[in-house]
Nanobody, 123 residues
Framework: QVQLVESGGGLVQAGGSLRLSCAAS????????MGWFRQAPGKEREFVAT????????YYQDSVKGRFTISRDNAKNTVYLQMNSLEPEDTAVYYC????????????????WGQGTQVTVSS
């Protein structure tokens, strides 16, 4: 079992940057593949980025490629999402997630979720 707590959300102007953090409890963080998802009002939750347990591979949704970077520090039990060149369309609640088995883009493949952090980008 792992518990996830996101932080770092807020209000930013278009073109600005934010760095989200997700702190995980437990001693097996390094065995989990980690993902970031987001959900805008009235829309379904969508995949944003994912990183393998050893940090060796990453994958991004097309709309954030080149602007967002996912990374992890297994010594600190933390995964990050650096978001640059933010756009109003990035406004959403961002969720951190953990998968003990499969490295996947599908929300259904993640067993553990944080409570979410709000990101609002003004135009």
């Amino acid at each position: 079992q792992v518990q996830l707590v996101e932080s770092g959300g807020g209000l930013v102007q278009a073109g600005g940057s934010l760095r989200l953090s997700c702190a995980a409890s437990g001693r097996t963080f390094s065995s989990y593949h980690m993902g970031w998802f987001r959900q805008a009002p009235g829309k379904e939750r969508e995949f944003v980025a994912t990183i393998r347990s050893n940090g060796g591979s990453t994958y991004y949704q097309d709309s954030v490629k080149g602007r967002f970077t996912i990374s992890r520090d297994n010594a600190k039990n933390t995964v990050y999402l650096q978001m640059n060149s933010l756009e109003p369309e990035d406004t959403a609640v961002y969720y951190c997630s953990a998968s003990p088995r499969t490295w996947t883009l599908s929300a259904g493949g993640y067993d553990y979720w944080g409570q979410g952090t709000q990101v609002t980008v003004s135009s």
